[in-house]
């Protein structure tokens, strides 16, 4: 069973990348399958430098609230994946095509979900385009 800490941890880092603009954001209790780890939590970026902001962004949070990393894989050269190692859980952090690419949800889709309590998106004030004003009207 996930233990309270990890699942704080978790969410703090899905809340965080969230706020950031993270993208498909997704947590997996994977204890079952993977003894020695509790939980991936799993998220897309759009570009190589929002996956390097991401990367600092997240790993800045999880300091703060008091994780420890052991390791980091990804940031250097070209990598289109970052994965963040708290022992406990990992963080995967995608270019959205890598994620599409390795398939790693269809690979842990029969783990549970882990709730995730993410902030809403903004609502706009105002139209951004004529689509979005005929919808408004």
């Not at 880092?13 to 399958?33: F, P, S, T």
């Not at 897309?44 to 929002?50: I, N, T």
Request: with cysteine.
């Amino acid at each position: 069973m996930l233990s309270d800490i990890t699942h704080a941890y978790i969410e703090k880092a899905a809340q965080e990348a969230a706020l950031k603009g993270a993208l498909n954001i997704k947590a997996y209790d994977v204890e079952e399958r993977l003894p020695l780890v509790e939980g991936f939590l799993v998220m897309s970026v759009s570009s190589m430098r929002q996956l390097r902001a991401m990367t600092a962004h997240v790993e800045r949070a999880l300091h703060e609230a008091g994780a420890k990393r052991r390791t980091r894989e990804g940031l250097e050269g070209e990598s289109q994946w970052v994965i963040l190692d708290y022992q406990d859980f990992f963080v995967h952090i995608f270019l959205e095509e890598a994620r599409d690419f390795y398939g790693l949800d269809s690979m842990w889709s029969d783990c549970p979900f882990i709730s995730l309590d993410l902030p809403e998106a903004e609502v706009k004030d105002e139209p951004s385009s004529l689509l979005d004003f005929l919808e408004l009207n």
